[in-house]
């Protein structure tokens, strides 16, 4: 059974910073193109972030310089770092994977897991 566990989520104030870890069982994450996608009640899916099989990194517009993605095969586990926190990030996020970072692949993915809250106060 795969399951895909987010954590590290919290309220932090605009301008501070969070960790997100993603850990996988019953999926090697490596073999995958692994991504992170938010939703807030009510709204899409957007796009976040995306390390593809070769860690090739893709940004959504609205994160670029401000989080980065990584992954730790070791410890079979995806990362994102996020700084620079506005309020407009407030939302949960989800970890999630599949074949490649195509263009939507937010859209795509499936979801396997709670998800962590972030909320930024101003």
């Known amino acids: 059974q795969v399951q895909l566990v987010e954590s590290g989520g919290g309220l932090v104030q605009a301008g501070g910073s969070l960790r997100l870890s993603c850990t996988a069982s019953?999926?090697?994450?490596?073999?995958?193109?692994t991504g992170w996608f938010r939703q807030a009640p009510g709204k899409e899916r957007e796009e976040v972030a995306c390390?593809?099989?070769?860690?090739?990194?893709y940004y959504g517009d609205s994160v670029k310089g401000r989080f980065t993605i990584s992954r730790d095969n070791a410890k079979n586990a995806v990362y994102l770092e996020m700084n620079g926190l506005k309020p407009g990030d407030t939302s949960v996020y989800h970890c999630t994977a599949g074949a490649a970072c195509y263009a939507g692949w937010w859209k795509d993915f499936g979801s396997w897991g709670q998800g962590t809250q972030v909320i930024v106060s101003s």
């Open positions: 390390i593809s099989k070769d860690d090739a990194t």
């Open positions: 019953g999926l090697t994450l490596e073999y995958f193109a």
